[in-house]
């Protein structure tokens, strides 16, 4: 199904996005590499490269528009068509709203829910002819509003809705539209997660929850386009918490209160 498919993952020189464009450029689907840092995209493309997969490597903010255009662009110039796009450059954030600064609900709104709408647009009307579709990240934590984690938890909601309100808008072109779900996954080791000041630090190992290995929650995403499923979760705790959410919404809220600290204290 991918085969030379031309597949757009923002944010994908570690972690989630990097092993997804791997395992589709493994399938022979053409991929776009993408992140902030020159030398991560370089690095990216070499590997892949030398593993004689069909890469492009384009450096740059998604949450800037004028950007996600030049992308658009240098993607057209390359490849001559999108078929998928899935957008999953995003940022990690703790704290409390009482001790969050300003600047870090700015950031994490940019890239988490601007960096997913402006590529959207930019690579919309391609991914209209060849009627391929779209994929969201969100998270586990975008189905409640966990405590100390309101900018992650409300950015990851916010694509949700997006997601919802573009399904419905591009039924008639036949474009898919999906929302996948991670559970906590295995980070990798230069994961870095935002201060209530907004410093930018290494996340430490996940102690004392249950990790998602890095390829299950991948193989999720690649099966989910592949279904075109509307959304997907990485583990069953996921689909747990949607049910359990949309059907007992006063009861979530009351065992979320019970495990605040859990929560709170989880690094
Ligand atoms: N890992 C988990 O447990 C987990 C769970 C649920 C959901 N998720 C979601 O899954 C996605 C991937 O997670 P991950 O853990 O693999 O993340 P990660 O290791 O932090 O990697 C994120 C990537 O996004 C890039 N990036 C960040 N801001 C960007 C921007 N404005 N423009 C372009 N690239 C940008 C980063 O590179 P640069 O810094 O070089 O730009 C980095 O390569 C995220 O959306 C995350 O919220 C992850």
């Known amino acids: 199904m991918f085969k030379d498919r ?26 776009v590499v993408n992140s902030r840092t020159t030398e991560k995209v370089n690095a990216t493309v070499a590997e892949f490269e030398a593993k004689g997969y069909s890469v492009l ?3 740059g903010d998604v949450s800037n528009f004028d950007f996600c255009i030049e ?27 009482s001790e969050t600064q300003a600047n870090v609900y700015q950031k994490m709104y940019a ?10 647009m930019a690579f919309l009307p391609e991914i209209k002819k060849t009627k391929g579709g779209v994929l969201f990240i969100s998270s586990m934590a975008g189905i409640i509003g966990l405590p100390s984690y309101s900018a ?11 997601a919802e ?30 201060s209530p000041s907004g410093e930018a630090n290494v996340m430490i190992k996940r102690e004392g929850v249950k990790v998602e290995p890095l390829d299950k929650t991948v193989n ?3 099966r989910q386009i592949e279904k075109r499923k509307f959304r997907s979760y990485s583990s069953y705790k ?30």
């Open 238 to 267: 996921g689909r747990a918490l949607q049910t359990m959410y949309r059907l007992f919404p006063t009861l979530s809220l009351f065992a979320l209160k019970k495990n605040r600290r859990k929560i709170m204290d989880m690094q």
């Open 57 to 59: 490597g384009v450096t």
């Open 6 to 31: 031309v597949i757009v993952i923002t944010g994908s020189v570690q972690g989630i996005g990097k092993r997804t464009a791997e395992l589709l450029a493994e399938r022979e689907a053409h991929v």
């Open 111 to 120: 890239v988490n829910v601007l960096g997913s709408l402006f590529p959207t």
């Open 71 to 97: 992308m658009h662009d240098l993607v057209m110039a390359k490849f001559g068509r999108v078929d998928y796009l899935i957008n999953n450059a995003g940022l990690a954030a703790k704290g409390t709203i």
């Open 220 to 222: 999720k995403i690649i």
């Open 152 to 162: 992650y938890s409300g950015t990851k909601r916010s694509i949700v809705s997006l």
């Open 165 to 194: 309100s573009l399904k419905n808008e591009l039924v008639d072109d036949e474009v898919y539209i999906g929302v996948n779900y991670p559970g906590f996954t295995e980070n990798d080791a230069k994961k870095e997660i935002l």
